[in-house]
């Protein structure tokens, strides 16, 4: 294993004050409102930190690592320029100021006032589907993350360490969310959402000192034109490339060295042949900041929670100012974690990092937990644990928030519309309680059963993208526009899904035929 005692102690003494904390708020649940919505009594303060923990899961962070890694700094200064159209959003209030107003628990309840029952059930059942898809991959992330950079066996006893893993982990969210519903949760992501702030601008400055910058910039600079010089070699040896005429060898050893020069770690303006990330999938998201406030509802407790409209507005501002310390661990990291294995000062720590990466059975596996191993052989006693315990806090923080939000939107938006007799305040809670354990038992089997293959943030996009693309439109239209219809809410619904969902298998059948005809040659 890689932690030492002292590791293993700081994490079970965070783990101990999270468990605390939780415990404080076992009386305080005394309603429906309460367990769903914090008795709507929350403040912009702990709104804010709350609401920005719950947001930044282990898997968020890993995901940011990746992306990072494969961008550098030209995605980050896209990324950072975003700067300015947030603010607006956020002060202005966009979205979340009138959503407040209409004093709804859940987005479909408002759909129903604003619209129809129907469209309220077929909101909801479209909003927990893509819901649990999306988070059905959290835990086996988190899982493995814990087993890479703690240096987990495989298997314990006899059993797979993988299954074990989640289940604890999953378990101790279920024990926050059970005990006090959104009271417990906000309470415990706040002072979770405390030390993540602590934790990450402490290691961002380690890790910062750690390099000097040349050495950042002779890697970003360098690498990729290694890369070039290494393809083009590997290029030349091939037979195929020895039987082309002179020119259509020039031709593609230009289109190999034209594909790294547009693939630059440094300049935001040189990024069309980066895979994936590059300033389309930057554009698309700027668009969606706008499009879809408010349409993601994996922490849609945080929306009713709040003690009045102008709370629930100042938190989002005030949530801007406080994701800077995050936003520094976010824009320099992946950049440091890419120098510590592509820079030659480095190499023992490379060689070592892709030796347990070599043990991992995919290339996306492989993708997700480069940065975390490279973390596990960089940080020292104490920053190893505590970087460790932060990662749990921040899985725990999202998997509350999610088996609270996912659970409560079956329940308040598929389940009570069909009813003819409304639930009694007991029979309620216990029915939310049961919705909670069934998202818990989903996530485990399809985190077991599914094998996924791509970055993380383009699986988050796409989930998001089947109930966003149509439900960004129901949204503003509702708030924002006194002719909107429910007519024309069916068809935004209905079309946006289409589309998205459309698009994504076409995408899919497009690579799985690329990848069949390189098979074939």
Not at 291 to 302: D, E, I, P
């Amino acid at each position: 294993m890689n932690l030492s005692f002292i590791d293993w102690l700081i994490i079970l003494a965070v783990l101990g004050g999270m468990i605390y904390s939780v415990s404080f708020t076992k009386g305080l649940m005394k309603s429906v409102t309460d367990f769903l919505s914090a008795g709507r009594s929350a403040g912009r303060y702990l709104i804010s930190v709350s609401a920005g923990a719950a947001g930044l899961g282990a898997i968020s962070i890993v995901g940011f690592l990746e992306v990072g890694y494969i961008t550098g700094f030209s995605m980050a200064w896209w990324g950072l320029s975003q700067g300015i159209f947030l603010v607006i959003l956020t002060t202005s209030g966009w979205v979340i100021y009138r959503f407040r107003q209409t004093k709804s628990l859940t987005l479909a309840q408002f759909f129903e006032k604003r619209y129809s029952r129907n469209f309220r059930i077929f909101a909801g059942i479209v909003a927990f589907v893509c819901g649990i898809i999306n988070f059905g991959i959290f835990p086996a992330v988190g899982a493995q993350f814990f087993i890479s950079y703690c240096g987990f066996p495989g298997y314990f006893f006899g059993i797979p360490t993988f299954p074990l893993v989640m289940i604890f982990l999953i378990s101790i969210a279920l024990y926050f969310v059970y005990t006090g519903g959104q009271i417990a949760v906000i309470i415990a992501d706040f002072f979770q959402g405390v030390f993540l702030i602590v934790v990450l601008f402490i290691i961002t400055i380690f890790l910062y000192n750690k390099v000097e910058w040349s050495q950042v910039t002779d890697s970003l600079k360098n690498t990729p034109t290694k890369l070039a010089a290494e393809e083009v070699q590997k290029l030349k040896e091939e037979e195929t490339f020895i039987l082309l005429s002179d020119q259509d060898k020039i031709e593609k050893i230009d289109d190999i060295i034209d594909k790294y020069q547009n693939m630059s770690l440094i300049n935001p303006f040189k990024t069309s042949q980066v895979e994936d990330f590059n300033l389309t999938y930057f554009l698309i998201g700027l668009i969606g900041m706008f499009y879809g406030a408010l349409s993601w509802q994996g922490h849609q407790a945080y929306n009713s929670s709040a003690k009045s409209a102008h709370e629930a507005k100042m938190a989002s501002v005030l949530g801007d100012i406080r994701w800077k310390p995050q936003g520094l661990f976010i824009f320099l990291v992946p950049v440091l974690t890419y120098v510590f294995m592509n820079h030659p000062d480095f190499q023992s720590t490379a060689d070592s990092v892709n030796l347990a990466l070599n043990s991992l059975e995919t290339e996306t596996l492989k993708s997700q937990m480069r940065a975390p191993i490279v973390l596990s052989e960089i940080l020292p006693v104490g920053l190893l644990g505590a970087f460790a315990a932060l990662m749990l806090a921040a899985f725990i923080s999202t998997h509350d928030t999610y088996l609270h939000s996912w659970a409560s939107i079956f329940v308040q938006d598929v389940i009570m519309p069909l009813r003819k007799k409304p639930f009694d305040k007991d029979e309620h809670i216990k029915t939310l309680r049961y919705s909670i354990f069934g998202v818990a038992v989903f996530i485990f089997v399809f985190s077991l059963v599914f094998d996924q293959n791509q970055e993380i943030a383009l699986y988050f996009a796409v989930t998001f993208a089947i109930f966003a693309g149509g439900v960004g439109a129901v949204i503003i239209g509702g708030l924002y526009w006194d002719r909107g219809t429910t007519e024309g809410a069916w068809a935004a619904m209905i079309i946006g899904a289409t589309i998205a969902v459309t698009g994504t298998i076409a995408v899919s059948y497009t690579h799985l035929r690329a990848h069949e005809t390189v098979l074939d040659l």
